[in-house]
């Protein structure tokens, strides 16, 4: 009969070797798990290619666009230290979508240039159709052009508020002096034509 030593003994081996194969397992697990997470969502593309772009890094940048478009890849000194936001992502079958949206850091002012990234699965992996999201860009002036529309309404509207007080005045004078004037008229019209009293 074994002794209730040897039986821990031999539990306690048992118990390490079984230990080593779930840690080996899991390590194998974790080691699989990390290999698919280098394909990126549309979202993780649009923001690892366009900060390439603003440090002015075009080898890591042609690496997140289409094969075909990767030769239009060009350093962008408008966009050099710029920030980015990404927004709403449609994906519709092989292409996506990436509302973009670029501050420049331009000393004069921090412009604003809002656009969608467009994007195309290529050997399973979401790129950068960059001639698409270039013709996206070059449509922007149009969008500047109703930004500096908004802006002068908005500085017609700071206008007219600002003069709302001295409209206000003017009514309230105009209203005084019409009174006035309404009263005289009834008090001349009494004077030239009395009421008979009975």
Not at 71 to 86: D, F, H, P, R, W
Not at 133 to 156: H, K, M, Q, W
Not at 160 to 185: A, G, V, Y
Request: net charge neutral.
């Amino acid at each position: 009969m074994m002794a209730y030593k040897d039986m821990l003994q031999i539990l306690y081996q048992n118990y390490t070797k079984h230990r080593v194969s779930r840690l080996a397992g899991i390590l194998s697990l974790l080691l699989i798990l990390s290999g698919c997470q280098t394909i990126l969502t549309p979202e993780q593309a649009t923001t690892t290619f366009w900060k390439a772009m603003a440090n002015g890094d075009l080898a890591s940048a042609k690496k997140y666009t289409t094969l075909e478009t990767q030769y239009l890849v060009t350093k962008q000194e408008n966009i050099m230290g710029a920030s980015l936001e990404t927004g709403v992502i449609v994906i519709d079958g092989l292409t996506a979508k990436v509302a973009t949206v670029i501050t420049l850091k331009n000393p004069e002012s921090n412009k604003l240039l809002s656009f969608d990234t467009v994007l195309l699965k290529e050997n399973d992996a979401w790129k950068i159709d960059y001639r698409q999201t270039l013709s996206n860009l070059s449509i922007l002036p149009f969008g500047e052009v109703i930004n500096s529309l908004r802006a002068i309404g908005d500085v017609i509207n700071k206008k007219m508020e600002e003069q709302i007080p001295f409209f206000e005045n003017q009514i309230r004078s105009f209203s005084d002096q019409l009174i006035r004037q309404l009263d005289e008229f009834r008090h001349q019209l009494e004077k030239t034509n009395p009421t008979e009293k009975p």
